[in-house]
């Protein structure tokens, strides 16, 4: 039998402030998209490329991811009393079932590389896992992570998932060292974090989603604090190239929205919101009525 990926982190111990006062009391990962949680996408993204394990690195005060993903008999009744079946089934695609989840709290922010270490108990010492960020929300046919599942499926190495940036944007990210590329996949050198444009080595940036091997999260146990005081995941996939093992980066196919800013999760909203056929039409119109107005009140102003 070929070997599988089925475990995947979410690290989702981050406070939010970007969104206060609303994260004050909710964690961001449980804000709506249309009428999911940022949370789900990631999930079902997981489920659709195969994961059957689910670990959330968590902090205090979020156990409202808990309870989302857990049965609601008491509102499921309600549902079926009522013949409300399609409402039924949207609550029950958010259920995971029991024995598949598990929650850790990360007592300390000290980064990334820090949070998926905290899972090493989860991960055997000759498997695969998968790290999903739920700030990044990709709309792909088919997701993100099963195409890169395929992917890994042909290199068996690291992969990362990567996306070409404007040059003036390469600061806000880990930028792969493309040393062979091959269209979707390039194979990469080393990752660089957040470079000048002046000398970064590409523009392909990485985003939340990764497929690592298990010598990963041993590395991660001798990572020293790097940049902020922080375990850089990048360290110590940077130390996976430097030993020679393979990490690749893969061009997805689909778009992405950085849901982890104001702007991005607006985006994302409108972009969703206009897939669905039951709110399109109206938010189209809202949408031109919206611009009319904005492109008028710049010629009065002109």
Not at 145 to 156: H, I, P, S
Not at 161 to 182: A, C, F, K, R, W
Request: with cysteine; hydrophobic share 40%; proline share 6%.
């Amino acid at each position: 039998m070929k070997p599988k990926i089925t475990k995947a982190v979410f690290p989702v111990a981050g406070l939010g402030t970007r969104f206060l006062p609303a994260t004050k009391s909710i964690p961001k990962e449980m804000l709506p998209l249309v009428d999911r949680p940022l949370v789900q996408y990631a999930v079902d993204e997981a489920r659709e490329a195969g994961i059957e394990s689910f670990l959330f690195v968590s902090a205090r005060g979020k156990s409202a991811m808990a309870d989302y993903f857990d049965k609601h008999p008491t509102l499921e009744d309600r549902l079926k009393a009522d013949g409300k079946q399609k409402l039924l089934e949207k609550l029950q695609a958010s259920n995971i079932e029991n024995g598949s989840t598990a929650y850790l709290r990360q007592g300390e922010p000290l980064g990334l590389g820090h949070a998926v270490g905290i899972a090493r108990n989860f991960v055997d010492d000759d498997e695969f896992f998968a790290v999903l960020l739920p700030d990044d929300v990709v709309a792909a046919k088919p997701g993100c992570l099963k195409q890169m599942v395929e992917a890994w499926e042909e290199t068996r190495a690291n992969i990362v998932g990567t996306m070409e940036v404007p040059l003036e944007n390469v600061g806000s990210y880990g930028i792969l060292d493309v040393e062979q590329d091959h269209g979707r996949l390039v194979k990469a050198s080393g990752l660089v974090e957040k470079p000048s444009p002046e000398v970064t080595p590409s523009r392909n940036a990485v985003i939340g989603r990764y497929l690592l091997s298990p010598n990963v999260m041993k590395r991660l146990m001798e990572t020293r604090p790097g940049v902020a005081g922080e375990i850089q995941l990048t360290d110590a996939i940077n130390a996976e190239a430097a030993a020679g093992n393979g990490v690749y980066g893969y061009r997805f196919e689909g778009d992405r929205f950085d849901c982890g800013s104001m702007s991005g999760f607006l985006q994302a909203t409108i972009s969703f919101g206009l897939e669905r056929p039951e709110l399109r039409d109206d938010l189209e119109n809202f949408l031109r009525t919206t611009i009319g107005n904005i492109d008028a009140a710049k010629k009065v102003k002109a």
